[in-house]
């Protein structure tokens, strides 16, 4: 059973555009997410991450969101640039467990 | 540099004969760990190390083996590999997985992509 789900695959974005990359979750007891990077031929590399007692989070042209009722989070990026290319992952951890769980990814294009 | 360091990057073998994929951090990380990534399944937690000595079971840990022998190295041995095992491995590393310090963030190798016929 997925606890982490980021519904879409891909997503694909012009230059100077918004991308709104989503993520969902099942697990009530998650209270801090993450959210990484990764480039073909790398590891990822970590972005921006959010506590539970928060419902928004910010870092440059970064800016991550967090609903609890809904179970949702999502990572917005403004402006989009052609180096955000990449595979994106969250990823959340429970209290009460060493574990962190990650989602499948989204794959973001941006074109010129 | 603080990397983690994965080898060999790329490797190829064939069913049953075994295989040791080492992983060594020089950032003096507590905890070490290990991941497979395959499409559509994003990343899977394989084992996991809070520290020395200490190792526990991840969420796909079937036809692995790790040691924690030593603070900065977490090798991954698959004993006898079979094709349900070909997929993109990683190891990563952070200060801690425990308490306040499980928000330090996982830093990763560059991964290790494994293909058994």
């Known amino acids: 059973d997925q606890q982490v789900k980021q519904n879409s695959p891909s997503l694909s974005v012009q230059e100077g555009r918004i991308s709104i990359l989503n993520c969902d979750y099942t697990?009530?007891?998650?209270?801090?997410f993450l959210w990484y990077k990764k480039y073909p031929a790398e590891g990822p590399t970590f972005l921006i991450s959010?506590?539970?007692?928060?419902d928004k989070n910010e870092d440059g042209r970064f800016t991550v969101f967090l609903n609890k009722s809904a179970k949702h989070l999502s990572l917005h990026i403004v402006p989009s640039q052609p180096g955000d290319s990449a595979v994106y992952f969250c990823?959340?951890?429970?209290?009460?467990?060493?574990?962190?769980?990650f989602g499948t990814g989204t794959r973001l294009q941006v074109f010129p | 540099e603080a990397q983690v360091t994965q080898n060999p990057r790329y490797l190829i073998t064939v069913t049953g004969k075994k295989l040791t994929v080492t992983c060594s951090q020089n950032?003096?990380?507590?905890?070490m760990s290990w991941y497979r990534q395959d499409p559509g399944l994003g990343l899977r937690q394989i084992y996991y190390?809070?520290?020395?000595?200490?190792?526990d079971k991840g969420d796909v840990p079937e036809g692995y083996k790790v040691s924690r022998k030593e603070k900065r190295n977490f090798p991954l041995i698959l004993e006898s590999p079979s094709p349900n095992q070909t997929s993109l491995y990683f190891c990563?590393?952070?200060?801690?997985?425990?308490?306040?310090?499980?928000?330090?963030?996982?830093?990763f190798g560059n991964g290790t992509r494994l293909t058994v016929t």
């Open positions: 990563a590393s952070s200060l801690s997985g425990r308490g306040e310090r499980r928000f330090s963030p996982l830093h």
């Open positions: 697990n009530s007891m998650f209270d801090y």
């Open positions: 959010i506590s539970s007692i928060k």
């Open positions: 990823a959340a951890s429970a209290r009460n467990t060493d574990k962190l769980i």
């Open positions: 950032m003096n990380h507590e905890y």
């Open positions: 190390s809070m520290n020395v000595e200490v190792t």
